[in-house]
């Protein structure tokens, strides 16, 4: 086991109403922290996803392991081949080269897990580490949200931003 130890010399404070928001309905990213604040130990951001909305495609990170905190809601966590509820208040870690993908759902009152209902959200702080600069990531998926670019260039970026698509069986399964 190595031990990475972070250097950075000024304390990371974000404020709520200064930190940057992507996208809006049904997905919001308020990123918080990138890699480059806090000397590569962590990247932070915080994602709301509307009811039913998808949270990101099956994907894997060679070089960071991510976490998912549930602050409110309900959230279906592909992790490898298992499909995991966190709920409220539930943390999850995935580690790195482990297939993985957040969404939302919501509890029913019998507390089993059923499709998210209208109105209702999940909201999940994510937190990968060691940190890799994810800000830039994003804002390249808003500009494939406006026609600025195609979904064809995440291909080429792929690398510099830790994060591979792929295919789940068991996601595709889950979720239709």
Do not use: K
Not at 87 to 107: A, F, K, T
Not at 149 to 162: I, W
């Amino acid at each position: 086991m190595s031990l990475f130890v972070p250097r950075f010399e000024e304390t990371a404070l974000v404020r709520e109403a200064g930190a940057e928001v992507v996208g809006g309905d049904p997905v919001a990213i308020r990123l918080l922290t990138d890699s480059d604040a806090t000397g590569g130990a962590l990247s932070t951001v915080r994602v709301t996803l509307a009811a039913g909305a998808d949270g990101a495609r099956p994907h894997v990170h060679h070089r960071s392991a991510e976490m998912f905190y549930v602050l409110d809601g309900a959230a279906e966590v592909l992790s490898g081949d298992d499909v995991v509820t966190a709920e409220r208040g539930d943390l999850i870690v995935v580690p790195p080269d482990r297939p993985h993908s957040p969404s939302p759902r919501l509890r029913s009152c019998r507390g089993t897990p059923t499709a998210a209902v209208p109105g209702a959200t999940a909201d999940l702080l994510v937190v990968i580490a060691p940190g890799v600069e994810r800000f830039e990531y994003f804002r390249h998926l808003r500009r494939i949200r406006l026609g600025e670019l195609t979904p064809e260039s995440l291909l080429e970026v792929q690398e510099r931003y830790d994060n591979h698509f792929l295919e789940s069986a068991a996601w595709d399964a889950r979720r239709r």
